[in-house]
């Protein structure tokens, strides 16, 4: 899987959950966000964020529900 290029995955920050290159806004608090703000509301409450951070969310959100486990 790659990842969008505006997420980061460091064990230094936020523990290693995705977040956005430049931010400890993890990919989990754009996703819980857009369930009930719009984004330009979203982009209100975290002026760090672009448009395309929110579809680099998305987009490693979608590449995620692709991904499939084998059982051992």
Do not use: C, H
Not at 8 to 22: A, H, N, S, Y
Not at 44 to 59: F, G, N, R, V
Request: hydrophobic fraction near 40%; aromatic fraction near 4%; charge should be negative.
């Amino acid at each position: 899987m790659e990842l969008p290029e505006r997420i980061v995955l460091d064990p230094e920050i936020m523990g290693g959950k995705p977040t956005i290159r430049g931010t400890r806004i993890t990919v989990g608090t754009i996703l819980n966000q857009l369930r009930f703000q719009s984004r330009e509301e979203l982009l209100q409450d975290y002026p760090e964020l672009t448009p395309e951070d929110i579809d680099a969310a998305l987009a490693y959100a979608a590449l995620l529900a692709e991904e499939r486990e084998m059982p051992l």
